[in-house]
């Protein structure tokens, strides 16, 4: 591979009223490298990765890609160059199959007319399985992604940015995932990944640039770090351990009993035989890859849907039956 910089930032700036997003930032990503980006939440990842992606335009500083300056309009300027994204929030039509949804999303000199092979070929070739003729709306949160990662390889780029890709996938899919990067890493194509999950930086990433307050504060190898000294990186301060303390909890306030409903939404998911108890006090955690019920749950919680009398008790009393206003 080229001893040359795939992408190099140079003191690029963006300022918005009130904030300056990105503070003369400059790293560079070398071609088959998969680099980190890190930092808190408005530490102005987004805003760099979409400067680079062609959607916002810098107000200072200079990008380069594969040694030419590279100042991107739009998004289709950045994909045309080898670069491509796969945002947090796709960009999918329930309504359109995967094979419709893939030609809206590129150049129509890169469609062909072999589109459905073509998907076939690449999802296959990488461990992306996908149905063209399916539709979006029928798909996991997984397979959307798919969906996402597969348009982008179909152009070809060399360059890929992925923001927080996992944060919708079950473990299973991770490791499909990092699969899938590793192979495209080994031939050459080069990866910006966004994530919070810092073991992942650790086993996937090669190199990392640490943005805080706009400004890059570090860069290393996540490799030699541990997620302790990453995060103490990221915020700017030690983080100190902390040891549980007991907590007496008070009476049963809410209780869910074999909670059963249907979704009104075709493609909602229904709820089957759900029970757990919150006492005074305690905080209980509903965890689960979005889309798998937390949503519906949540509108039978709050009476949006009813359901049985005799499934959710608050203080004893059955609610189950009632609206919200009850």
């Given at each position: 591979m080229s001893d040359n910089p795939i992408l190099q930032l140079s003191g690029v700036t963006k300022k918005f009223p009130g904030v300056i997003a990105n503070?003369?930032?400059g790293f560079a990503v070398m071609p088959g490298e998969v680099h980190a980006l890190l930092g808190e939440n408005g530490a102005g990842k987004s805003t760099l990765v979409k400067m680079i992606f062609g959607v916002h335009r810098p107000d200072k500083g200079e990008m380069y890609?594969?040694?030419?300056?590279?100042a991107p309009a739009k998004p289709s300027d950045a994909r045309a160059t080898g670069i491509g994204m796969v945002f947090q929030h796709f960009s999918l039509f329930d309504a359109l199959t995967v094979a419709e949804n893939v030609a809206l999303g590129m150049n129509k000199e890169a469609i062909g007319d072999k589109l459905v092979s073509q998907i076939v070929k690449v999802s296959e070739a990488y461990g992306l399985a996908l149905d063209p003729t399916r539709y979006i709306g029928s798909l996991s949160v997984g397979e959307r992604q798919r969906v996402e990662v597969v348009r982008c390889l179909l152009q070809h780029p060399r360059l890929l940015i992925m923001d927080e890709p996992t944060?919708?996938?079950?473990?299973?899919e991770v490791k499909i995932l990092f699969q899938t990067l590793k192979k495209l890493a080994s031939e050459g194509v080069s990866i910006l990944y966004i994530s919070h999950k810092l073991e992942e930086i650790r086993e996937l990433c090669e190199k990392a640039?640490?943005?805080?307050?706009g400004k890059v504060?570090?860069?290393?190898d996540p490799r030699a770090e541990t997620a302790k000294s990453l995060a103490e990186m990221?915020?700017?301060?030690?983080?100190?351990?902390t040891v549980p303390q007991e907590r007496n909890f008070g009476a049963e306030r809410l209780a869910v009993c074999k909670l059963t409903t249907r979704s009104p939404d075709p493609l909602g998911v229904d709820i089957q035989n759900v029970s757990f108890k919150v006492r005074g006090g305690e905080i209980l955690g509903i965890g689960g890859v979005a889309g798998n019920g937390q949503t519906e749950l949540m509108e039978a919680l709050i009476g949006e849907t009813i359901s049985e009398s005799n499934s959710i008790f608050i203080d004893g009393e059955a609610v189950g039956a009632m609206g919200p206003p009850a």
């Open positions: 503070d003369d930032v890609f594969n040694g030419k300056l590279y944060s919708v996938l079950t473990p299973q640039t640490v943005l805080r307050s504060i570090a860069n290393c990221m915020i700017g301060t030690s983080i100190r351990s």
